[in-house]
């Protein structure tokens, strides 16, 4: 018998695969997916150190560069220099000629005149580790909201989890610009993390939900642009906009405006209505899509699947250690899983430690760098996803690898495009695997399980993007020859064996994907003939899943 998923996917054939009510839905979850990454990325421009010193303890109009020639004294007078004469950016004279941290600082405007959250909250020197929290508690908010908000968006439906994710991050954001420290910046950034990362996971399913099956590899490459874009618009807008507090106000009022958009455009999508057996609403729906695409439905389509509600099989989560080759590959993706969050944010946090312009190196690291994905992921079509993730993550690897040793043994002061390009590279090979991930991991879990694994999957991105900020500041805390690139280094041997690793996976291109664990546990293996026997209590119409 077709099953009810089947039934909905042959109905949103015939109202319109991707017409103009799903372009109209696909623009509105697109434009919360153009906000996302203001979001993620801000802290990439609010964390800006320009350079210091200590406040003069005589001079209460001190300024970094001198104004006068007996400030110009002062200056020397108070602060240490070392043996280049670079004036010591953490310590000052004492009246006993004893050098000790100071408690504030001035700050160079010559480059960045606004005031970054380091300079207001004063985190540099000896306080530098309150930067990498805020970047941590962040990410902590990424997963308590991979967490709670798919729990939400099966229980009050998609549309109502959008919107609600819009209006609470943006309203917190507003928040966190008015904060009196850090620590009530990081808290309120936290709620931002729960809320924005509802939105990527939410608008997944919506355009999962609303598109027919032969136009969603189009639809899901389509939403591909949103990220790019996002990231080069932030880097504009702070480029103008260098004081912290005017940035963070201005990406925050843009998903409210969004969320009440959303309230009077944005719809429920069928897929839910229908299985929470809300069948007047759907057909109401159904009829409503096709009424805007131009399409006609005959008159008894509900009818299927109303009776298409049979009771489906169900199997626990624990039955998967009973499946050794389903295991094994479960586990081989949740270290893929890992090192996609810990590189991709990863690199995006380290461009503040690269030479040049900041702006610019943004706009090519988080933004052109993620363009390439898109082609490749056309490509994985042709050549398979195993091949594609393969290169992309030994090249992408391999490339970090040589470019942390050359900044350790070849001076690249004047060739820090070098530096840039080996990071974009690395970037695209983690983005484009990345990409494609929910694509291909979810053609070898099966069907039972695909969403729960699916979700742990994302589990293991979150915790490595809690690490990323922790690695891209291990330079601060522990001294090798690699100094800023060790960050790079890392990212690049984690890449390099996740592309070994992803050897053992199976090609899932064009080949009918698993129902069961047994299906999955045989699914492109030599011996298909051999079958999982899963215990009949594990595999039952009435079992719950863990």
Wanted: glycine letters at 6%; charged letters at 15%.
């Amino acid at each position: 018998m077709t099953s009810t998923k089947s039934k909905i996917d042959s109905v949103l054939e015939k109202v319109g695969s991707f017409k103009k009510y799903q372009w109209i839905q696909f623009g509105l979850v697109n434009a919360a997916t153009f906000i996302v990454p203001l979001h993620f990325l801000a802290i990439v421009f609010h964390s800006i150190t320009p350079r210091h010193r200590c406040k003069l303890p005589e001079w209460e109009n001190d300024t970094f560069s001198p104004f006068s020639e007996v400030h110009n004294q002062s200056i020397y007078q108070w602060i240490p220099v070392d043996k280049d004469g670079i004036l010591d950016s953490c310590k000052i004279y004492t009246n006993n000629n004893e050098t000790v941290e100071c408690e504030e600082h001035v700050f160079d405007k010559s480059v960045y005149w606004g005031v970054t959250l380091n300079q207001q909250f004063e985190m540099v020197c000896g306080n530098r580790w309150a930067g990498t929290t805020v970047k941590v508690v962040y990410t902590c908010g990424l997963i308590a909201g991979a967490f709670v908000v798919g729990v939400i968006g099966d229980r009050i439906g998609r549309r109502l989890t959008i919107v609600g994710c819009l209006i609470v991050g943006g309203a917190a954001g507003i928040v966190a610009a008015f904060s009196v420290n850090y620590y009530m910046f990081a808290a309120f950034r936290f709620l931002v993390a729960m809320s924005m990362v509802g939105i990527v996971l939410i608008k997944n399913i919506v355009i999962l939900e609303i598109t027919g099956p032969s136009r969603r590899v189009h639809a899901g490459t389509a939403k591909s642009f949103s990220w790019p874009l996002g990231a080069m618009f932030l880097a504009l807008l702070s480029y103008y906009v260098q004081d912290w507090k005017w940035s963070q106000l201005i990406i925050s009022i843009t998903p409210l405006l969004a969320g009440f958009l959303s309230i009077f455009f944005l719809k429920e999508t069928p897929h839910y209505l229908v299985t929470k057996g809300k069948h007047k609403e759907a057909e109401n729906m159904f009829l409503h899509m096709a009424s805007v695409n131009g399409k006609t439905l005959p008159e008894n389509f509900m009818d299927e699947l109303k009776e298409g509600e049979e009771a489906a099989v169900t199997e626990k989560l624990k039955s998967i250690l009973k499946a050794p080759v389903l295991l094994k590959r479960t586990a081989i993706s949740f270290y893929l899983w890992f090192v996609f969050g810990l590189s991709f944010y990863g690199l995006s946090f380290n461009v503040a430690h690269f030479t040049g312009s900041i702006y610019i190196n943004h706009v090519i690291i988080s933004g052109v760098a993620s363009l390439p994905t898109i082609p490749l992921f056309f490509l994985s079509h042709r050549l398979g996803r195993k091949l594609i993730s393969i290169l992309s993550l030994s090249v992408g690897g391999a490339m970090l690898i040589v470019a942390a040793f050359l900044n350790a043994y070849v001076d690249l002061s004047r060739y820090s495009y070098v530096t840039i390009i080996v990071s974009m590279i690395g970037k695209i090979g983690v983005a484009t695997v990345f990409t494609m991930s929910y694509l291909w991991c979810s053609e070898f879990y099966p069907s039972t399980l695909r969403s729960t694994l699916v979700g742990l999957s994302s589990l293991f991105a979150r915790i490595g993007s809690v690490l990323a900020p922790i690695i891209v500041d291990l330079n601060v805390h522990v001294r090798t020859i690699f100094g800023p690139s060790l960050g790079s280094l890392i990212f690049g041997i984690t890449m390099f064996i996740a592309a070994i690793l992803a050897y053992f996976l199976p090609e899932t291109n064009l080949k009918k994907i698993p129902e069961t664990i047994a299906d999955a546990n045989v699914f492109v293996t030599e011996n298909r003939s051999r079958k999982l026997s899963v215990d009949e209590n594990d595999s039952e119409e009435t079992s719950k899943p863990l």
